[in-house]
């Protein structure tokens, strides 16, 4: 089960954005995949489906 630490998405998504040079889906698409996730969408989603369920996906 895939567990997202928000924290590092963002660190890691500045840092690609700012000192990369990439666009910021882009940089959130990296992050994403850093954390096992297919790519910020999928990342978005599986945090916003476990606000609303308030349980892990």
Known sequence: M?????EAFEERAAIA???GG??????????????????REQ???WLA???VGRRLP
């Open 17 to 19: 954005e700012y000192d």
């Open 22 to 39: 990439l666009a910021r889906a882009a940089a959130e698409d990296l992050a994403a995949r850093q954390q096992g996730f297919r790519d």
């Open 49 to 51: 489906d476990y606000i």
């Open 2 to 6: 895939l567990i997202p630490d928000i």
């Open 43 to 45: 990342y978005w989603q």
